[in-house]
């Protein structure tokens, strides 16, 4: 079976227990930006349930101008209030290189990205960073109440960054 006919056979017994209903807006007005690796277990790791924060993935859990773009449209449509910036250790973006990747990726398509990939060199740099870039940011109404941590993905553990 493939890994789309798995999904499929497991949604099949989702729908059967799903929810009545649930609230639209996140019930602890919390809204998560972290990593894509599919280590993280946030829902377990932070003691989370469907419904309760939005969680906006991508690799390296960077602020990037489409981060801010949701967590625009998080606060002010959806009413969060709080957000949380989480890293994680041993990521695939730490000395990531940038610049040779979008090279590559430019010599086998044809076409150059619009976009960068940066890396970091130290997580809990980038997440210090990652909560500035949220606090600078104009267009959001909540940016006092901006926390960063970095998770341990070899015992699950989350620490504050200051």
Not at 81 to 103: N, Q, S
Not at 134 to 142: T, Y
Not at 146 to 157: H, L, N
Request: proline share 4%; glycine share 10%; hydrophobic share 45%.
């Amino acid at each position: 079976m493939s890994a789309v006919e798995e999904l499929l056979a497991a949604n099949a017994g989702y729908v059967e227990r799903f929810p009545d209903a649930m609230p639209t807006p996140p019930a602890r007005r919390l809204a998560v930006v972290t990593c894509m690796d599919a280590r993280l277990d946030l829902f377990a790791a932070l003691g989370l349930r469907v419904g309760d924060a939005h969680l906006i993935r991508n690799a390296g859990g960077l602020v990037t101008p489409d981060v801010l773009r949701s967590l625009a449209l998080s606060q002010r449509a959806l009413g969060t209030r709080e957000v949380v910036v989480i890293g994680h250790t041993e990521c695939g973006m730490t000395g990531f290189d940038d610049a040779g990747f979008r090279a590559e990726l430019a010599e086998q398509s044809g076409q150059r990205p619009d976009w960068d990939v940066p890396g970091f060199d130290d997580v809990a740099v980038s997440v210090a960073g990652s909560v500035s870039r949220i606090r600078e940011c104009g267009w959001l109404l909540s940016r006092n109440s901006v926390a960063g941590f970095v998770f341990d993905v070899r015992t699950g553990k989350i620490t504050v960054v200051d």
